[in-house]
């Protein structure tokens, strides 16, 4: 039917589905868009960031960015915070999510208490865990000496590789809540009688994990890991509450450096720059993302 042929009802549904959708619409271009365009835009300036002006350099920025050591050197501790935290919240996650899917007596109050580190706030988690990481009254050290580990305090978030396994630590106990959620939730999915067959067959525990458990979790592990990744990768807060992207720049990750950039060197367009590289290289996450979940809806 074409646009004359439409009755006045019909158009006006049309209409209404257009003043419907278009706060969307409008929303979408303000957070997104916009930013991304801004983005693209200030990164071909030498922008001052004090007063947002500066001379047209085109791709110089960029040049610059690909041949400092500071730009891979950022990239490469990105890449180990994120696959570092990020293991360890499948191994704690799936770990704990199996631990409270058994049936214990305090399984309720458990799956509650699991859920404080992910709701608390990040600078409150991030001040208790410099007071334990403190080198002079830090539980951590006081534990560490009475052990016998070792003699003296150890500077857990001054010197490497102390600092960065530190911040890996905190952000796998900050995050693994997540994962422990959407795991719990796929166990109480499966069925028990695959379980049953398991056990006739003479499975013991791991054999049962392995070949029934872990199949089951393949798609759900799949797209937490995905979106952890993406999630991991552009953390900000809690690297530079904790170490600022210390000791030096061992610590500095990717959005740490367009902080830097942006605020404390005052060079507005190459933040832009290095803004616009690290959303290229997330864009790669997320359309690994939208083509799973695509799979999977379809």
Known sequence: MTQQQKTPLERQYGLLG?????????????VIVYPLVSAIYLSLFSIYTPTLKGDWVGLD????????????????????????????????????????????????????????????????????????FNDLYGILNHLVIFSGLSEMPLDWLGSMPNAMLSVIFVGAWKYFPFVVIAVLARLQTIPEQLYEAARI??????????????????????????????????????????????PVISTQTLPLLVYKEAFALNRMGMASAYAVVMMAIMLVFMIAYIRRTGRADS
């Open 18 to 30: 257009v003043m419907l959708i278009a706060p969307t619409v409008l929303v979408f271009c303000a």
């Open 61 to 132: 920025n960029y040049a610059e960015l690909l041949s400092g050591s500071e730009f891979w050197s950022s990239l490469w501790n990105n890449i180990i915070w994120t696959v570092g935290t990020l293991t360890l919240q499948i191994v704690f996650g799936v770990g704990m999510a199996l631990l409270l899917h058994q049936n214990l007596w305090f399984r309720s109050l458990a799956r509650s208490l699991i859920l404080f580190p992910y709701f608390v706030s990040t600078v409150v988690a991030v001040l208790v865990w410099r007071w334990l």
């Open 201 to 246: 067959d003479g499975a013991g525990p791991i054999s049962r994990f392995i070949d029934v458990t872990l199949p089951q979790l393949r798609d759900v592990l799949v797209v937490i890991i995905m979106l952890r990744a993406i999630w991991d990768f552009k953390e900000f807060d809690l690297i530079y509450l904790l170490t600022g992207g210390g």
